[in-house]
């Protein structure tokens, strides 16, 4: 027997014995397949509205004037923005495999699950409805494994970090945009400062929300469910994925917001 004979046979065998190569995941691939994307989506109406409704409950501008400190945020931060900060950082920290790993989770049908209620959860409509239920979820979970497990899923999601972080940025926004208008002259420095000596009653009120949020967002989820998630939170590859989300999130939310207070120097400064 000729020695070719015998190898073609070997290889192709071998071949089918290797199974199909599969290419390693794209950051924006693991992004598609998780729900930050479109929750991302919604995060500059959020911001919007949120410095909007915020400076016309200070009573301190007319509503015309939020409305065009609302219309400058909206047209500060973009989407599609946020997402390429997460995915350059997700290809910057990530390896091959952990975004392997990441994707694989997000494709099983817990995992689809629970991206579809953070999803709907992250409606901006739906907040009204976690603040009417709050009361009522807090008693009716109080002192069960649902509650137990608020901690580890907190630490593991960095839920209440991060919100701390965004609420600041946006509280910052607004606070720089009032100085516009203001003619006394408060510098952003110390605007930021006198912000993050607030932070740590800021946190106290946003860990309750998120408290809250959690309470809504996964109550149609097990606790076996809610187990495997944490899991994959809590994983080296999990760990990677959430730490630099979130912290692509706030710096891409963050960037912004001295040129917000520039340009609401110029659109709103008292004529002298």
């Known amino acids: 027997m000729k020695l070719g004979t015998l190898v073609k046979p070997l290889l ?3 071949l089918f014995l290797a199974g199909p190569v599969m290419a390693t995941p794209s950051a924006q691939q693991v992004l ?3 729900p930050i994307d479109d929750i991302v989506d919604r995060y500059p109406a959020m911001m919007s509205e949120g410095i909007r409704e915020g400076m016309k409950r200070s009573q301190q501008l007319p509503p015309m004037v939020a409305d065009t400190i609302g219309y400058v945020v909206t047209n ?3 989407a599609a923005d946020i997402e390429q900060e997460i995915v350059n950082n997700l290809e910057r920290d990530l390896s091959g495999k952990q975004l392997e790993a990441v994707e694989s989770w997000y494709t099983t049908p817990v995992a689809q699950k629970i991206s579809a209620a953070e999803i709907a959860a992250s409606d901006p409509v739906v907040w009204k409805q976690i603040q009417a239920r709050a009361s ?3 008693e009716k979970y109080k002192g069960t494994d649902r509650a137990k497990m608020f901690e580890r899923f907190d630490r593991a999601a960095r839920a209440t970090e991060s919100t701390v972080d965004t609420t ?3 509280q910052l926004g607004l606070a720089t945009a009032m100085a516009a208008f203001s003619s006394d002259s408060v510098n952003y420095d110390e605007l930021k400062q006198s912000i993050e000596n607030q932070r740590g009653k800021i946190r106290g009120i946003v860990e309750q929300q998120v408290y809250d ?3 809504h967002t996964y109550e149609n989820i097990s606790s076996q469910e809610m187990g495997l998630y ?3 939170l809590e994983s080296g590859p999990g760990t990677a994925f959430s730490k630099t989300v979130t912290q692509s999130i706030q710096q891409a939310i963050t960037d912004p917001i ?3 207070g520039n340009q609401m120097a110029r659109f709103l400064a008292p004529k002298k």
């Open 76 to 78: 500060s931060f973009r």
């Open 230 to 232: 944490i899991d994959f």
């Open 258 to 260: 001295e040129s917000i």
């Open 136 to 138: 009522d979820l807090n």
């Open 12 to 14: 192709i065998t071998g």
């Open 32 to 34: 598609d397949a998780s």
């Open 168 to 170: 600041i940025a946006v």
């Open 213 to 215: 949020s959690y309470l």
